[in-house]
């Protein structure tokens, strides 16, 4: 049965770093795209960052372009989103998703929530101002 754990999140303080890690069971993560949203409270959940199946392509919603940064440890079938200069906007549940079919273009990736078929169960991240 596939599985996937979030770790990391947690209370920093604006301009500071988190990695949240997403570790899988059940899967292997090498022949999935691999995706973190996250959902603020009232609203909609969001795409943050995800990474093709090749690893080739990593996409990121505007709002954190140069600050975060998305990656795979296939040995570990983890993957990771490193988050530098945190804003208290960042502020969210922060979730891991994997889509079966590599996911090449940023709509596809970021947007296109059906196509992820295993979700993380979420983890907090609060930035502090």
């Known amino acids: 049965q596939a599985q996937l754990v979030e770790y990391g999140g947690g209370l920093v303080q604006a301009g500071g770093p988190l990695r949240l890690s997403c570790a899988a069971s059940?899967?292997?993560?090498?022949?999935?795209?691999l995706g973190w949203f996250r959902q603020a409270p009232g609203k909609e959940r969001e795409g943050v960052s995800c990474i093709s199946r090749s690893s080739a392509s990593a996409y990121y919603t505007n709002s954190v372009k140069g600050r975060f940064t998305i990656s795979r440890d296939s040995a570990k079938n983890t993957f990771y989103l490193q988050m530098n200069s945190l804003k208290p906007e960042d502020t969210a549940i922060y979730y891991c998703?994997?889509?079966?079919?590599?996911?090449?273009?940023?709509?596809?990736?970021?947007?296109?929530?059906?196509?992820?078929?295993?979700w993380g169960q979420g983890t907090q991240v609060a930035v502090s101002s």
């Open positions: 998703a994997v889509a079966p079919r590599d996911l090449i273009s940023d709509y596809e990736c970021l947007t296109r929530v059906d196509r992820y078929r295993y």
């Open positions: 059940g899967i292997t993560l090498d022949v999935y795209t």
